[in-house]
């Protein structure tokens, strides 16, 4: 099993409408987890940051359930410049030091 | 506010030749770095981690090496290149117990 698995998509939406994205994530002792954003050819950017159970940041809501050991990110009303590679990131305590385990993406494409 | 540089932006190298990237961060001390590969369509792969001037945490074994000469300096190498370390190269830094990341523009390398 990946410690880090999502969706690879694509998700094809219309502008304005919700598009939610799973994420689950092997290490129970996890304690830290972020969503970043890669436009293609360009390096990943931090787009929220989830500590306890969720947080909410303009049209992006993430939650986050340590017993299902799962994370979603939720994005409403969306934009053609939402179009991006969303990745899931946990931060696992693995060898002495903390590492990010990134996931391997999720495609969004907004179509007009 | 912290700023992050990366260059070369993209190289093309023979087999066999060495390679050198750099990269530099401002508007931060002693913060940890890293250098990650994202090879085309997979996810990113933590390559060296290190928390200070010299000390320099492998992650995966490989013919490439890292640097840390100044605090804020973190340099990739290799001797001889193989067509498998094609890729994108991004360095980061991060601090807090959190360990949120932010990444460089990244170096594109093709090796031919």
Same mark, same amino acid.
């Given at each position: 099993?990946?410690?880090?698995?999502?969706?690879?998509? #694509?998700?094809?939406? #219309?502008?304005?409408?919700?598009?939610?994205?799973?994420?689950?994530?092997?290490?129970?002792?996890?304690?830290?987890?972020?969503?970043?954003?890669?436009?293609?050819?360009?390096? #990943?950017?931090?787009?929220?940051?989830?500590?306890?159970?969720?947080?909410?940041?303009?049209?992006?809501?993430?939650?986050?359930?340590?017993?299902?050991?799962?994370?979603?990110?939720?994005?409403?009303?969306?934009?053609?410049?939402?179009?991006?590679?969303?990745?899931?990131?946990?931060?696992?305590?693995?060898?002495?030091?903390?590492?990010?385990?990134?996931?391997?993406?999720?495609?969004?494409?907004?179509?007009? | 506010?912290?700023?992050?540089?990366?260059?070369?932006?993209?190289?093309?190298?023979?087999?066999?030749?060495?390679?050198? +990237?750099?990269?530099?961060?401002?508007?931060?001390?002693?913060?940890? +770095?890293?250098?990650?590969?994202?090879?085309?369509?997979?996810?990113?792969? +933590? +390559?060296?981690?290190?928390?200070?001037?010299?000390?320099?945490?492998?992650?995966?074994?490989?013919?490439?090496?890292?640097?840390?000469?100044?605090?804020?300096?973190?340099?990739?190498?290799?001797?001889?290149?193989?067509?498998?370390?094609?890729?994108?190269?991004?360095?980061?830094?991060?601090?807090?117990?959190?360990?949120?990341?932010?990444?460089?523009?990244?170096?594109?390398?093709?090796?031919?």
């Amino acid at each position: 099993r990946k410690e880090v698995e999502q969706d690879p998509g #694509p998700f094809n939406v #219309p502008e304005g409408a919700t598009v939610a994205f799973n994420c689950t994530y092997s290490n129970s002792a996890s304690q830290s987890f972020f969503w970043y954003r890669q436009d293609c050819r360009k390096e #990943p950017k931090l787009l929220m940051s989830v500590y306890s159970s969720g947080n909410e940041d303009g049209r992006f809501t993430a939650q986050l359930n340590r017993a299902s050991q799962y994370i979603s990110l939720l994005i409403r009303d969306s934009k053609l410049s939402d179009s991006a590679t969303y990745l899931c990131v946990v931060n696992s305590f693995s060898g002495g030091y903390n590492k990010l385990i990134f996931g391997a993406g999720t495609r969004l494409a907004v179509h007009p | 506010s912290q700023t992050i540089h990366q260059w070369p932006a993209t190289l093309v190298q023979p087999v066999g030749s060495p390679l050198s +990237l750099e990269c530099t961060v401002e508007g931060t001390s002693n913060p940890n +770095l890293y250098w990650y590969r994202q090879a085309a369509g997979r996810g990113l792969q +933590l +390559l060296f981690y290190s928390v200070g001037i010299g000390q320099i945490s492998s992650e995966v074994p490989q013919n490439l090496s890292a640097s840390r000469p100044q605090d804020r300096q973190f340099i990739l190498s290799s001797k001889k290149l193989l067509l498998s370390d094609s890729g994108f190269y991004l360095c980061a830094w991060g601090q807090g117990a959190y360990n949120e990341q932010f990444f460089g523009p990244g170096t594109r390398l093709t090796v031919l």
